[in-house]
């Protein structure tokens, strides 16, 4: 059949944008097709890593707003301290603009984009894939969604089991001049105000992004935590340029990650990180993957797609399980570790070097020593504890 693409994508954000970027440095053409018209705001604290920064075949630095030195840590917006590092901790930027940067970039490589195209209906075969949209039908190859955590690609072809799901709740602020620039270098985070809650300040270029995530089940608890945070962080809301909210697909264990000729990236394929809802790194490094994967695909030196599941699920779910496994733990006592923070260097450092990448949290287990064999009992405990404490909650409401 007559093709359109090689391969067809679903959805311009990063993980997206990343596997159009490198399918035609590999001489594979590719279609995107975004529902939305670009640029548009995407609700996303938008905290760059540096493991991002070492998987990009390009410089990030035109979209970098801040260099984060500093965490001002609270539990329950009370018990106050900062944590400053000689070493930049991570970046902000603003989605909108991460991901035009990204759609360019792809662009430049040779993709071709369709916005406002939003996808339909899909289908695929022995020949190849169909997909409709408002407007037409495209035919590719192959099929790679990139299309968020309400993905129409993960739900037709069943890749959308075994998803837990937390929510995200965020507004865009402008505040005093002296306020940004005061906290140009800090991230506010507070955690242990309800079960598996956390609350995020992050500074940008000239104005704040505030937000609150948590259990989705929490999701009416929000509204009256982001005014006590405000209130408690002392930082005045001059305007509030944007509100809203998003789900957090968490996948919750190994599972399969493709179908015939389509696969799913990032948010689509449940790519969240349980412990800090971060999600921008494992869409990247995903969309990398997919676009590794059906470059072997069509270069004949493998027959499926399945060498796709069996990297996420070697390279990615891992760290995925262990993040919640952390989450499980952190929820069971936030006090407790809120003071380790505070107190001890040791582990003040193995927070910094988790976020610049230097260490994973499937590293965290080893550092118990003798007492590595109890870390999954405990964890399993943990998460007896956390489910039973977020039931208690609710109740009392």
């Not at 920064?53 to 390009?58: E, G, R, T, V």
């Not at 242990?192 to 609350?199: D, H, L």
Request: with cysteine; net charge positive.
């Amino acid at each position: 059949m007559d093709r359109d693409a090689d391969v067809i994508i679903s959805g311009a954000g990063p993980a997206g944008t990343i596997a159009a970027y490198h399918l035609q440095k590999s001489g594979i053409s590719t279609l995107i097709l975004e529902k939305s018209s670009f640029p548009r705001y995407k609700v996303c604290g938008a905290g760059l890593t540096h493991k991002i920064l070492s998987i990009m075949p390009f410089d990030l630095s035109p979209v970098i707003h801040t260099t984060i030195y500093s965490f001002r840590f609270s539990s329950g917006c009370n018990d106050v301290f900062t944590r400053t590092s000689g070493l930049p901790l991570m970046y902000c930027t603003m989605r909108d603009e991460l991901d035009a940067f990204l759609l360019d970039k792809a662009v430049g490589a040779g993709a071709r984009v369709m916005t406002s195209e939003k996808v339909t209906e899909l289908s695929q075969d022995a020949g190849g894939v169909l997909v409709k949209t408002i407007n037409r039908e495209y035919r590719s190859s192959f099929l790679i969604g990139a299309d968020g955590a309400s993905s129409r690609v993960a739900r037709t072809f069943g890749l959308n089991t075994d998803i837990e799901w937390g929510m995200a709740w965020e507004a865009e602020v402008r505040s005093r001049p002296e306020m940004l620039d005061k906290y140009k270098d800090t991230v506010f985070l507070d955690w242990g105000t309800f079960p598996g809650g956390y609350a995020w300040i992050f500074p940008k270029k000239d104005h704040f992004s505030i937000g609150i995530g948590g259990p989705a089940q929490m999701a009416r608890r929000m509204s009256e935590y982001y005014k006590d945070f405000v209130a408690s962080c002392g930082i005045p809301v001059v305007e509030t340029i944007s509100n809203r909210s998003h789900p957090l697909p968490v996948r919750t264990k190994k599972a399969v990650f493709h179908s015939g000729r389509a696969l799913v990236t990032g948010d689509a394929a449940g790519l969240t990180d349980a412990l800090t809802g971060e999600g921008i790194f494992w869409a990247l490094k995903s969309g990398i993957m997919a676009a590794e994967v059906i470059k072997e695909r069509m270069d004949g030196k493998i027959s499926d797609l399945a060498l796709y599941s069996n990297r996420i699920n070697t390279e990615i779910m891992p760290e995925m399980m262990e993040a919640k496994n952390i989450c499980a733990l952190f929820n069971a006592m936030p006090l407790r570790i809120h003071h380790w923070v505070r107190d001890n260097e040791r582990v003040w450092r193995a927070f910094g070097k988790v976020l610049r990448g230097e260490r994973s949290f499937n590293d965290v287990p080893s550092a118990f020593g003798k007492w590595q064999p109890l870390w999954k009992p405990v964890c399993s405990l943990a998460s007896v504890i956390q489910r039973k404490k977020e039931k208690k909650y609710m109740k009392n409401a």
